[in-house]
């Protein structure tokens, strides 16, 4: 199974410098809605916008949730502003966003796709209790790929390698991704990983995994470290058989949506 960085290495090229613009992209502004006293959290990917997560979202909020999908800083505008960017960038977008929903609800869960889920962790790490339940889409916190070694060097030769974006089975579905990736920001996230990994029995929050089975960007390593390292004791693992990579917009999103509600209402409060 191809991994998260081979499928990018596999793809060198070397590009013409992108310009850069901070023009939002249609469908990847963020995404606030709801009045419930539960709020969720949602997180999308590395290269790709809120329109990942907006389904979803729609979905939880029509259930009476609070919902916020914020956009990740450098996302949904060009990969080379994602360039100037680093994992605490990202990190504090979502802290903020969390702080915000835990100042307005009396329940705040999160949900995370892909490197949203691995933000998703380092907040469940750092927030404890707060948090009162996560959901994982094809979290991503290693690879086993050992050319992910040659990112801290690579990325002082070469801007962007081309992108990794529409792993989706279901025909006709563009998630709106880069179309490139930059390593500089490749690199912080392999930072992130690191920073996460160090903690990961920290995590103590319930549990709702979901793994595609067929994932051409991330390898099944990552679930397995999360899963073995966690300290939670309500953890479901739920295999995607008919979805790659971005679940939450291929054959099984509806899945997920009804299976995240039914995980958030048994564990909403009296």
Known sequence: MTSFLQLVLSRWSTSAV???????APEAEPYHAGTGRSGVLLIHGFTGSP??????AEHLEADGFRVAVPRLPGHGTSWSELAMTEWQDWYGS???????????????FVCGLSMGASLALLLAER????IAGLVLVNAVVT??????RALPVLRLFLRSLAGISNDIAKPGV???????SPLRAAYSMTKLWREIRQHLDRVTQPLLVFRSVQDHTVDPSSCATILAAVSSTDVHEQLLHRSY?????DYEADEI???STAFFRRLLKD
């Open 127 to 130: 927030y404890g209790d707060d």
């Open 245 to 249: 990579h971005v679940a939450t917009m």
């Open 51 to 56: 329109r990942s997560m907006r389904a979803w």
């Open 94 to 108: 979502v802290d903020r966003e969390l702080a915000a929903l835990l100042d307005s609800c009396d329940q705040v």
């Open 143 to 148: 690879t086993t790929d050992k050319r992910a």
């Open 18 to 24: 992108a310009r850069t613009s901070a023009v939002v």
């Open 257 to 259: 949506f009804a299976s």
């Open 174 to 180: 563009d998630e709106g991704a880069y179309d490139r």
